[in-house]
């Protein structure tokens, strides 16, 4: 029964906090679009509240649930060995729902229309790449925050999303519930979900080779 209540609240921490996390890159990119027509501000002002609610979220729920709000890195962990597939099936779960929540949640309170499609064409090897490359750093990022400096991990990831909104074509997605859920807002961050697979792919590509290069890296930490 106390297993079952773990879980139980496990799951709501993930799908809160991928909600609020797809509130906070819809609604900023919403927000951002309405207040300025130049694109580089309008993504700096999409970039720091997406960094900033990270911290907050990885550093309130962390404890609860380990504060993945992320199927990529939840994918990882299943890899490594740290998770059942039964769990991580359910917290992938609760991550897609979380996250679509979070974007109808946005679009309410922007007055918007609640369900949309979104026509923002995102293809191309350049974004698959960057897709790859985003993800890879995201999980080395909290792979080699773990084993060096627990502490500091909802800092790490926030910076980490911060700086990749900018160094990658794709503007760093990085997550499979957040891409699915930003193919359901016809906004400034928003993906034609033409593009979704093919980011998702990418992704899970990036995180899977993330996981043996952070065990060959930190091997000798680990065994210390």
Known sequence: MAAADKLGRQLVAEAIGTGFLVAAVVGSGIMADRLTADTAMALMG?????????????TLLGPVSGAHFNPAVTLAFALGGDMSRNVALRYVLAQICGGIS????AHAMFDLPLLQISQTDRGGADQFLSEIVATFGLVATIFAGLR?????????????????YWFTASTSF?????????GLTDTFSGISPGN???????????????VPCCRWLFRERQTA
């Open 46 to 58: 999409n970039t720091i509240p997406t960094g900033a609610i990270l911290f907050v979220l990885i």
């Open 102 to 105: 979070g974007a109808v949640l």
């Open 148 to 164: 060096t400096s627990p502490q500091a991990i909802p800092a790490l990831v926030g910076l980490y999303i911060t700086a990749a």
């Open 174 to 182: 990085a997550n499979p519930a957040v891409t699915i859920a930003r």
């Open 196 to 210: 979704i697979l093919i980011f998702i792919v990418a992704q899970v590509i990036g995180a899977a080779v993330a």
